[in-house]
């Protein structure tokens, strides 16, 4: 089940949090077929922040797309912007291999991203052409500027149409970018725990090892025993007009 707040105390909160783990195509069976958007600052960043919950999605029959805003252009040292991006991209499109996903790159350059008026507008007809019934992007409050812009712009598209998606904050590097997170729900991604790191691992430019064993095998073990699983990954529900949940499980 997906869990919320349900009472007054910590240990309720946490044993109506687990999402029961399911076969794939379980909760698929009888139900609409979601458009499922993921929208990072850099490739490597839904991967790591989300990927198991993505190939939850993916599994059970959903339509799954990954909005990279940058193609990390300022990521690989010794690199040009033009060889990073390349590389990086194929990277990203490996990645969405692995995880059943289809990526699309919004176009803006990795270090030097931009929030304004007209980038909120064409963002938002990026996001709205893909007609998401589920958006997860970064948590605003986070150290690294690009993750940062990336969530703004979500947040500026969902404020402008609360009823067109349900909006789901997931984060990266917790403790190091982001900062003041406390879920309100979480995914068990026990079965989908190493096809998330295979698709973390694509992105063969960004130490995959470190990034894995230094921080998000650290936090899936982390969030997997505050929920009670072996594995999770862990949300914040910004419920404006109270939509359904719409997580995997």
């Not at 379980?26 to 991967?47: I, K, S, T, W, Y």
């Not at 990336?150 to 997931?170: G, K």
Request: with cysteine.
């Amino acid at each position: 089940m997906n869990g919320k707040f349900a009472g007054p105390s910590r240990r309720s909160f946490l044993a109506g949090t687990a999402l029961a783990a399911q076969a794939p195509g379980a909760q698929r069976a009888g139900g609409p077929r979601l458009r499922v958007v993921c929208v990072g600052g850099h490739p490597d960043d839904p991967e790591s922040g989300c990927g198991g919950t993505l190939a939850r999605y993916a599994e059970q029959g959903h339509s799954v797309t990954i909005i990279y805003l940058t193609r990390g252009e300022a990521g690989i040292p010794g690199k040009s912007a033009a060889e990073s991006a390349a590389i990086r991209s194929a990277e990203a499109e490996k990645a969405c291999r692995i995880l059943g996903a289809r990526p699309v790159f919004a176009g803006q350059i990795d270090g030097a991203t931009e929030f304004n008026r007209r980038r909120v507008e064409v963002f938002g007809e990026l996001l709205l052409a893909q007609q998401p019934d589920v958006v997860l992007t970064h948590w605003p409050v986070d150290s690294h500027m690009d993750h940062q812009v990336a969530s703004l712009l979500v947040y500026r598209t969902f404020v402008a149409y609360p009823q067109r998606f349900s909006l789901y904050y997931f984060e990266v590097n917790l403790g190091s970018q982001t900062m003041g997170f406390h879920p309100t729900h979480y995914v068990d991604i026990t079965a989908t725990r190493a096809k998330k790191k295979a698709a973390l691992y694509a992105h063969a430019s960004q130490d995959p090892e470190g990034i894995y064993r230094k921080h998000h095998e650290i936090m899936e073990n982390f969030r997997g025993r505050e929920s009670g699983v072996a594995a999770a990954e862990s949300f914040v529900h910004l419920d404006r007009v109270y939509p359904p949940d719409r997580l995997p499980g």
